[in-house]
């Protein structure tokens, strides 16, 4: 049934913790968090007690971990978090705070590391009546926490075109010892479903929202990152011709952030890397510029992790991009197993 953000609020207690959607901003819930956090304060107000874990795929938004650290309402926080108000309030020791593998984090959840799921928040751009529930932007934990949840809301959020049906491939592996290889052998494989399948009884609210992703802008290319990419570029095509490199190339990684996106956009120029694939846990503006001009032939990601202009050229451009990406959980999008298997380059920021 439809619901209120504030009326779905009301079912996360003090010392619940509870999942959400996503992975960077995208496809996080956005509405029922901020409502939380109201309703923290006015607890606080009154001298009661509130404070929840907070269990995600990577970070979120502010309307998430800022707006919950600044009415001081988060006890506990894993797995990484990019937050200014977050960062401060764990350093002050007022958060506790687990900062792991990100490919690790659905498997301790499942080993009950971090103790039970209470509440599932999801983001969805369609959901059926026998519990389908088709992902937004990005995936992160959701297969995990919204089976082990007791309890699942779902922010139906407009503004995530319902041509993305389709792009997702849910997939979540058995716990060991029963876990076999990954069957992922080269980026474009799918393995799973393009929707993730939860008990419908167990969904205990639909939000409808039109909220757009909290996404972070990037600044343009500069002489400075534009350098950076012709040196990594010269790198990898010196490796090339030693022949460590094979001639048909590897697939890429690449990290989060403006150098990452400049660096792919000048190694995307240079005429002597060939046309190359994606395994990645994010892709970035560059990357979806890349993708028109033929330079990357296929990228596997955890999200869409770009500005909102160019989010909208995706879904309006779907039948183009369609066949070129898909959008994976990030214990697959981040599995060591498949990273080594399939011999990524992976090009990652420092910050010095």
Do not use: W
């Amino acid at each position: 049934k439809f619901i209120t953000a504030a009326e779905a609020a009301n079912f996360i207690k003090h010392g619940y913790n509870v999942g959400l959607s996503g992975f960077t901003p995208a496809g996080s819930p956005k509405a029922v968090i901020a409502e939380v956090a109201r309703i923290a304060e006015e607890e606080h107000a009154k001298g009661n007690p509130f404070q929840i874990g907070i269990f995600t795929g990577a970070s979120t938004g502010d309307s998430c971990d800022g707006m919950l650290s600044r009415v001081k309402s988060l006890r506990y926080r894993a797995p990484y978090t990019t937050n200014t108000d977050f960062r401060n309030a764990v350093n002050n020791g007022e958060i506790a705070y687990n900062d792991i593998h990100l490919s690790q984090m659905a498997q301790e959840i499942r080993y009950g590391f971090m103790g039970k799921v209470n509440v599932a928040i999801v983001e969805a751009c369609e959901l059926t009546e026998d519990g389908k529930i088709y992902l937004t932007a990005g995936s992160g934990i959701t297969p995990t926490i919204c089976r082990l949840a007791d309890h699942v809301i779902v922010e139906l959020n407009s503004v995530h075109s319902k041509n993305t049906i389709g792009l997702h491939d849910v997939y979540e592996p058995l716990d060991p010892p029963y876990r076999r290889e990954i069957p992922i052998y080269k980026p474009s494989d799918r393995i799973g479903t393009p929707y993730l399948q939860v008990d419908p009884k167990k969904i205990i609210g639909v939000v409808q929202t039109n909220i757009q992703d909290e996404a972070r802008p990037f600044t343009p290319a500069d002489p400075i990152t534009d350098q950076i990419g012709v040196n990594v570029a010269n790198f990898l095509a010196a490796d090339m011709k030693r022949g460590i490199i094979p001639s048909t190339f590897l697939p890429l990684q690449s990290g989060v952030g403006n150098i990452a996106n400049a660096v792919l956009g000048a190694l995307g120029r240079d005429k002597t890397i060939p046309d190359f694939e994606m395994y990645t846990e994010v892709t970035q503006d560059s990357v979806i510029a890349l993708m028109k001009e033929g330079r990357v032939k296929f990228g596997s990601t955890c999200s869409l992790s770009v500005s909102n202009e160019v989010l909208d050229e995706v879904y309006n451009n779907m039948d183009f991009f369609r066949n070129k990406m898909v959008i994976r959980p990030s214990e697959i999008s981040n599995s060591p197993e498949i990273a080594r298997r399939l011999g990524l380059i992976s090009m990652n920021t420092a910050i010095e």
